[in-house]
């Protein structure tokens, strides 16, 4: 809680505009103020090439960045240090699309129809959801982490019920959605269909503002609850008001198709990226939306860009790293309990609290435990974690083998 009730407090202290493109690349791009010229500018700050096939989707989790490919891998990049950190392998497909909640959890979407959801850390996948018959479009999480929502090519909607990992709600659309996005707060959510937005109230679950564009729609992002912008293959950027249902204003961004649209309230800032290769910043009048943003800087990447993600590298306080220190102990040992419970068991009790003996020697016992399976890399047994498909299988017998000799 003291975490969460801080980090008011803290500030931006860096931000990474990191997009996947056609060709194959992760490219990164650092934002901020020259302080030379006293402007706005992005400069590249790193590139990567691990991936085969075409990066279709990206996000930003916590320190990490999760890129999927055409490949059927998501490549992790702990962008903090600049370093690989492994990739995950589970679903049979292109990866269509990646989310992220609470820095916490990834959830990605493939053409095999499933969303995956990865654990932060240890990296393994804790639910298979059997979403799609023809593949998954998009996927967007409710702030509470409660509730998801997905679209697929059956041209279906479906309500994620995440604390019992289920589907509780299908409801049939008029066609493929392009896209699916929640309000920040959670009161209303959108859905693209080619040319149109319904936003729908979560009250209601019906439809309370339909947007009809006139060319096709390729993304959109909520400024507030209740401003959203919506772009695609139009040159200009709409900006609509959901309680008054009326558009506030449009502008002008890119001269091709928009691939790629967010925005930062953190620093008040959309970033928007093209297939012409341009990446664009742009800065509002505080917080009203009415007036048109002003470019303040944009880069040509000469490449193809397929996503876009912003990742923000906050200011924290001295007690605050090492609170952060504390919760990757926690995980650590959240990998080692997980180890030694059979993989097929969702729910079981940790083996070492069912053994006999006092607190203090069960501690001891997970200790020693934990300095026999960590070895000197942290990212090297993140990447097992993530890598292989029967990961589980395989790290639970080692595991029991451990603990055997151990005692």
């Given amino acids: 809680m003291a975490a969460s009730d801080e980090s008011s407090e803290k500030v931006v202290e860096a931000v990474e505009v990191v997009v996947g493109t056609y060709e194959e690349f992760i490219l990164g791009y650092k934002f901020g103020m020259d302080e030379e010229n006293e402007k706005y500018g992005l400069t590249m700050s790193f590139t ?23 490949d059927e891998s998501i490549n992790l990049i702990n962008i ?6 492994g990739s995950l392998q589970k679903q049979c497909g292109t990866i269509t699309c990646l989310t992220e909640h609470d820095g916490s959890y990834l959830f990605s979407g493939c053409e095999d129809g499933t969303i995956c959801i990865w654990k932060k ?10 979403a799609h018959i023809g593949g998954v479009v998009d996927i967007s999480v409710h702030p509470s982490g409660k509730l998801a929502l997905s679209i697929g090519k059956d041209k279906a909607m479906k309500t994620w019920n995440l604390v019992k990992g289920r589907c509780g709600y299908v409801t049939n659309l ?28 979560l009250q209601t679950a019906k439809v309370v503002y339909s947007i009809p564009v006139g060319k096709r729609i390729s993304c959109m992002t909520f400024l507030n609850d209740s401003t959203i912008a919506i772009a695609g293959d139009k040159e200009e950027v709409e900006i609509h008001e959901i309680n008054s249902t009326k558009k506030l204003t449009e502008f002008t961004c890119h001269k091709v198709r928009v691939k790629a649209i967010q925005y930062v309230p953190e620093i008040k800032m959309l970033f928007t990226a093209s297939n012409d290769g341009y990446i664009k910043a742009w800065s509002f009048d505080k917080k009203n939306f009415r007036k048109q943003p002003k470019l303040v800087a944009e880069i040509d990447t000469t490449c193809r860009i397929t996503c876009m993600a912003v990742w923000l590298k906050w200011g924290m306080a001295e007690g605050e790293e090492a609170e952060e220190v504390e919760v990757e102990d ?11 419970e059979d993989s097929n068991t969702e729910n079981s009790d940790d083996q070492i609290d069912d053994e006999d003996g006092s607190d203090e020697e069960q501690q001891e016992q997970v200790t020693k435990k934990r300095k026999k399976i960590q070895e000197p890399s942290k990212v090297t047994n993140k990447v097992k974690a993530g890598v292989n ?19």
């Fill in 330 to 340: 926690e995980q650590e040992q959240e990998i080692t309990d997980d180890d030694v």
């Fill in 48 to 70: 990567n090439h691990s991936q085969s096939r075409s990066i279709r989707a990206i996000a930003s989790v916590d320190k990490y960045i999760a890129a999927g490919s055409a």
């Fill in 174 to 201: 008029k066609g493929v959605a392009d896209a699916v996005k929640w309000s920040p707060e959670g009161d209303y959510y959108a859905v693209s269909i080619s040319n149109r937005v319904d936003i729908y109230s």
């Fill in 389 to 407: 498909k029967n990961t589980k299988v395989v790290d639970s017998k080692q595991a029991r083998k451990k603990l055997r000799k151990s005692k």
């Fill in 121 to 130: 850390g240890s990296w393994l996948c804790e639910k298979t959801l059997k």
């Fill in 80 to 85: 903090g240090a600049r370093v690989e950190h």
